[in-house]
């Protein structure tokens, strides 16, 4: 699947995170690296280090690896088809020239997002709980499909997240922090993903969601927000 995108895409890289596995993954990247070495790379952590780390180290290193001029992440059980890329740039009029560009799981005619009922009643309530907090209309900052213009990179991910389980928004909240509100709604965009499948496996339990006021205060103050 990643391979066949690659090769019809050769102005996209990919760089995967393995998080201290212990499985065959490390195998797995080692394997995709040999067979498209421009294309295909991979940061080794001994260590897990959770996904926000993983995240934060995984886009300052691919500014060592590639010199684009968005960088951004992606979940690596591919939720989020890697097509969607494509379509960020079609959604953006063929020119990419926002800041940060954010893929959103609005379910309407024509797309595909597949999200159990409980996960996207949940996921209103947090939406709405966020944009609270952050006083920012956001439909949805959880969403793992994410670019962002390469000069933000250094300055959005440079300090360890506060919080380890919402750094989407804290990401946000680091943005607002430098360019404020009105800046914000200019130069970020939500773009409405075609495809969307809920991925079994997933380690989110619906019980980590009474940590959300927790998590969201934290990020409030932490940024002055």
Known sequence: ???????????????????????????LLQQLNEILPAQFNFLNLEKNAGKAEAVRQGMLKAT???????????????????????????????TLHHDIIMGS???RLGSRIDRKNLRHYLGRVFATATSMILDLKVYDTQCGAKLFKREWV???????????????????????????????YERVLEVPLNRWIEVKGTKLKTTDFLKVPFELLKIKRHYRL
């Open 1 to 27: 699947m990643i391979t066949t995108f690659l090769q019809a895409h050769p102005e996209v890289s990919v760089l995967a995170v393995n998080d201290g596995s212990t499985d065959e993954t490390l195998q």
């Open 154 to 184: 250094e300055q959005l991910f440079s300090a360890p997240f506060k919080s380890a389980w919402f750094f989407d928004v804290e990401l946000l909240a680091r943005y607002i922090q430098q360019q404020g509100h009105e800046k914000t």
């Open 105 to 107: 799981r609005i379910a």
């Open 64 to 94: 060592t690896t590639s010199e684009a001029g968005y960088i951004g992440f992606w979940d690596a059980d591919l939720s989020t088809p890697l097509e969607e890329l494509i379509w960020f740039t079609n959604f953006s009029g063929g």
